[in-house]
């Protein structure tokens, strides 16, 4: 089973603060995604990185790939209460065989930005 | 397009009663997941269909669930018997393709009493 660590698992900050994300993991990614889920919804796509040391960039949100395309970090600048909500990264690991959609999960971050 | 329809959005049901959730995915989108969320164990992937057929289904926990896809636009998960444990949000999930990116559902916030 692959196993994708987020940390910290639990974020609480003021406006305009910057934070930063990490998810890892001990397997190599096909791809890896970031997913923004706020409460009674399900997550809602962010980015795809699929390219070892890839940055992309979302306003203030940057997100970076690892050369070894086995971790990832999301970094907000300027966070606002916007912001705020469960951030989970998605990691596409082919399991042989047929099995190369196989999407599994972080536990998430949940992020609180205060006014 | 509505994006990926589930029902019902809430169920409530007694122990050992049988449980049917459903899903309508994105038209087109040849990937279909279905995942369980939990405060203790996060998002977890149960089963995952590519055009209408199971390819791992190393996720649901046990002979209690199944799930079938019998056309491009329907899907189901069963739970039977239902027990207080199975209670979570169920999220069904479509996509173009492995790495495209998935598009979740409303989701469907089971309790089982």
């Known amino acids: 089973t692959q196993l994708l660590e987020q940390s910290p698992q639990f974020l609480s900050i003021q406006e305009g603060e910057n934070l930063t994300v990490y998810c890892n993991s001990s397997?190599?990614?096909?791809?890896l995604q970031w997913y923004r889920q706020e409460p009674g919804e399900g997550p809602v796509l962010l980015v795809t990185?699929?390219?070892?040391?890839e940055v992309k960039k979302l306003k203030r949100l940057t997100f970076q790939f690892g050369d070894a395309r086995k971790d990832s970090s999301l970094h907000i600048t300027a966070a606002q209460p916007g912001d705020t909500g469960l951030y989970l990264c998605a990691g596409l690991f082919w399991a042989g065989g047929t099995s190369y959609g196989k999407l599994t999960f972080g536990q998430g971050t949940i992020l609180t930005v205060h006014p | 397009d509505a994006g990926v329809i589930q029902s019902p959005r809430h169920e409530v049901t007694e122990m050992g009663q049988e449980v049917t959730l459903r899903c309508k995915p994105i038209?087109?989108?040849?990937?279909l997941f279905w995942y369980r969320q939990t405060m203790m164990r996060g998002l977890e992937l149960l089963i995952y269909f590519n055009n209408n057929v199971p390819i791992d289904d190393s996720g649901m926990p046990e002979d209690r669930f199944s799930a079938k896809m019998p056309n491009a636009s329907f899907s189901t998960l069963k739970i039977q018997p239902s027990e207080p444990r199975d209670s979570a949000v169920y999220f069904c999930a479509s996509s173009l393709g492995p790495g495209a990116g998935a598009f979740f559902g409303q989701g469907t916030r089971l309790t089982v009493v």
């Open positions: 990185v699929v390219t070892g040391g």
């Open positions: 397997s190599v990614f096909s791809s």
């Open positions: 038209s087109g989108h040849d990937y």
